[in-house]
């Protein structure tokens, strides 16, 4: 009897087996082991008083900043956006990758907006990413409102950190901000002009955010750049920052006494209470502009009796100091992130380059308004989203082109095809005065090179191909340019932009289309639009389950 059962219990677990696996391969996007998040946001205006009088801003869930978004490697995470403002609204994760799934992205290109009264949930996941970033609204001028935020994405349990536990850890969000209301701000836009310089810098939307701390414990601070347009310095009185993460990157650990901020970066950095019970001043400060504006907070020694007084510890002054900084920051290849391998077993400087493409930002005034360009393009953003014209076949919204171009000064929809797999190096090109970040959406890049002048072929002997640091925003110093090199792992349509919210509001962006060739499996194709995907512009007569989708596309 025992005999006769075993030879047929074998045929039915296999065929258990293959149907598992059948499930599997018809629903490639779901993991049954991740678990869900579900948040509920709702946005609305609120009146704050931050520079001494009332103004209207952003808020989420009743907060100005809007509440941290906190995660853990690979969970799903399900948010429901309610659009309280009576303008269409987005909200993107600078920093997420959202892998295969630019149908979350949160920006224009590849979004139909929230529009007044309405709800739309996001689902995402921070796959394979751990670290510090930030998310905004990425419609209008909101960004200047608030609607902005800390993301915090914890390791899973079983990958340890390259540092012990700190007893606690801060969101902070520094940024310039200005007194006018954001349709103001965007009226100036819109007329052709250029925004003013900001009002002042706030700490977590407020002059004088207080971070309480007890003596002796060491706290992880997760400073982000949410502002409009400068560059900031951050430093603690008294207090040594050891700088350890970099947009999902863990860098070599190395002390600072200020650290310079970008538009869009985020750092994470450790601090040891390890000063007398006092107040000291924490500030953020202008850079590359005058006249210097600071943003003042309190870090507060929980038995402090003495209140901040005397002059703000002073900003750096060489001006070098910024570039050598930048040069310092390095990956630490022998950690690991969120996955158990080494960051450094992924050797990026013995990929061979496949493409070459050269971003050059300027300030062309078109049809008698200012406006901002890459390589001559200004950006205009087309009423239907480009990731749909593309998946339903629309005809006319865009036509992309191979990833070079120069020409002559043009408004247009801008979108570079950009080869899967390509293994790319970027030069972003600054011929302007002005200090300059950059964002790409989709993925982050090796920072291989910063130089001063006109880049050229010789520069490639000055990069860093053994420890550069893998993150998504970048600074490009005046009159000089930054190399950095990308792998094109990520299918999708992915927004590379400038962080100056005026700059890309007036076109300094453009979308980089990455689509896989037939006969790649579709672990690594792109996701099908979400079921509750919002439909605008030529899209919205769709009917959508009759069209036919491009090919190719995972089911
Ligand atoms: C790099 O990571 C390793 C492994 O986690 C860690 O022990 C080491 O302290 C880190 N090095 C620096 C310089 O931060
Ligand atoms: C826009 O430009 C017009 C004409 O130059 C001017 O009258 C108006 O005040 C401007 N509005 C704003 C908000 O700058
Ligand atoms: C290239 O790979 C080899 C091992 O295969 C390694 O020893 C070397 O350091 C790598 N070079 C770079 C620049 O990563
Ligand atoms: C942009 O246009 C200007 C003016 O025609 C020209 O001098 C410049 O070379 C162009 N730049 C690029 C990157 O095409
Ligand atoms: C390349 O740039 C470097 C640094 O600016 C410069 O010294 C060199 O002359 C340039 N080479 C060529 C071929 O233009």
New binding site residues.
């Given amino acids: 009897m025992v005999m006769m059962k075993r030879p047929s219990a074998w045929p039915l677990m296999a065929l258990g087996l293959v149907m598992a696996l059948l499930h599997l391969l018809k629903c490639p996007n779901v993991a049954a082991m991740d678990p869900v998040q579900e948040l509920e946001w709702q946005v609305e205006y609120m009146t704050v008083d931050t520079l001494g009088v009332e103004q209207r801003v952003i808020g989420i869930n009743g907060q100005f900043p809007g509440p941290q978004l906190q995660t853990t490697t690979n969970t799903i995470i399900s948010l429901n956006v309610h659009n309280g403002l009576d303008e269409p609204f987005l909200l993107t994760w600078n920093g997420i990758q959202q892998r295969k799934n630019p149908w979350q992205d949160g920006v224009l290109g590849t979004n139909c907006p929230i529009l007044p009264g309405q709800s739309w949930t996001y689902k995402f996941r921070a796959k394979d990413q751990i670290g510090s970033f930030s998310y905004f609204p990425s419609t209008n001028l909101h960004r200047t409102a608030g609607g902005f935020g800390s993301i915090r994405v914890d390791p899973r349990s079983t990958i340890a950190s390259p540092f012990s536990p700190p007893d606690d850890d801060f969101a902070v969000l520094i940024g310039d901000w200005y007194q006018a209301d954001h349709k ?1 701000l965007q ?2 836009l819109d ?3 250029t925004l003013p310089a900001p009002d002042a810098v706030l700490i977590n939307g407020r002059l004088g955010a207080t971070f309480t701390v007890e003596k002796g414990k060491t706290y992880r601070f997760r400073i982000s750049n949410i502002g409009s347009s400068q560059t900031l310095n951050f430093r603690i009185e008294g207090h040594q920052l050891l700088l350890v993460e970099t947009e999902g990157s863990y860098v070599e650990s190395t002390y600072h006494d200020s650290l310079d901020v970008h538009l869009g970066q985020s750092y994470s950095v450790l601090v040891t209470m390890d000063q007398n019970d006092r107040d000291y001043y924490v500030v953020a400060s202008t850079r590359f502009a005058s006249p210097v504006l600071n943003g003042i907070g309190v870090l507060h020694y929980a038995d402090s009796t003495s209140a901040v007084s005397g002059d703000l510890p002073p900003a750096p002054a060489d001006p070098d100091f910024s570039l050598n900084q930048a040069r310092s920051i390095t990956w630490n290849l022998t950690t690991n992130a969120a996955r158990p391998n080494p960051q450094g077993s992924y050797h990026y400087g013995n990929i061979t380059i496949t493409n070459s493409v050269k971003f050059s930002n300027s300030a062309p005034t078109l049809s008698g308004k200012q406006r901002f360009a890459i390589n001559n393009v200004s950006h205009f953003v087309p009423d239907t989203p480009l990731k749909l014209a593309d998946y339903y076949h629309i005809p006319n919204v865009f036509t992309s082109v191979p990833l070079h171009l120069t020409q002559e000064p043009t408004l247009a929809v801008s979108v570079l095809e950009g080869p899967f797999r390509a293994f790319v190096e970027v030069i972003f090109q600054n011929d302007e005065p002005t200090i300059q970040s950059w964002h790409t959406d989709g993925y982050s890049f090796w920072v291989v090179g910063f130089g001063s002048g006109e880049w050229n072929e010789t520069a490639r002997l000055t990069y860093n191909l053994r420890n550069a640091v893998s993150r998504s925003t970048t600074q490009v110093y005046p009159s000089a340019w930054t190399a950095v090199l990308m792998s094109l792992d990520n299918p999708g349509l992915w927004n590379i932009r400038s962080a100056e919210v005026q700059r890309q509001y007036l076109g300094q962006e453009l979308y980089l289309r990455v689509v896989t060739p037939p006969g790649v499996s579709w672990k690594r194709r792109e996701h099908a639009p979400p079921v509750n995907l919002l439909l605008c512009g030529q899209a919205k007569t769709l009917q959508v389950n009759a069209a036919s989708p491009s090919p190719g596309e995972a089911p």
Avoid: P, Q, R
């Fill in positions: 103001v009226a100036m007329n052709g002009s």
